[in-house]
């Protein structure tokens, strides 16, 4: 077994720079890295209207984004752009139809029943996601080895 360590300085920056873990750039990547995974698995699942209304420009579908904080952090939904993000819950979580006026008590309109893409894709996406974020930040970390 040796008793010197060759390079002990360049050793010892390497733990420290392992020691700071990741920046925020490097928290971001990985973040992104997931989300985008997620928005893949979502984007079939989202209900498309092959005629938009009058006055929209892009589908519900289309209207997917990714929002990134100070943080590092990543954060998926729908663009406020024509209220995409209260349309999409609308449709995922389902409504009750009201007579006209909607002053009525009771509606002898049937429930409408959601979609549920989302509750779908967070099941579905959920070791995706992870690996996508693992697989980011393992290529930070040999970055960090290998840059020594």
Excluded: C
């Amino acid at each position: 077994m040796a008793s010197h360590i060759s390079n002990e300085t360049s050793f010892d920056h390497l733990l420290d720079d392992l020691a700071d873990g990741f920046g925020r750039e490097e928290r971001f990547q990985a973040n992104e890295a997931g989300a985008k995974e997620f928005v893949r698995i979502m984007k079939p699942k989202v209900p498309y209207r092959f005629n938009l209304r009058k006055g929209e420009t892009a589908h519900l579908r289309d209207s997917l984004i990714n929002v990134e904080h100070d943080n590092g952090s990543v954060d998926v939904g729908f663009t406020n752009k024509s209220m995409k993000g209260y349309i999409a819950r609308i449709i995922n979580d389902g409504w009750t139809p009201k007579p006209p006026g909607g002053r009525a008590k009771k509606s002898n309109y049937e429930p409408v029943a959601g979609k549920h893409f989302w509750e779908e894709t967070q099941r579905e996406a959920k070791g995706k996601v992870g690996e996508a974020v693992a697989k980011q930040l393992k290529s930070a970390m040999d970055k960090k080895v290998h840059s020594q």
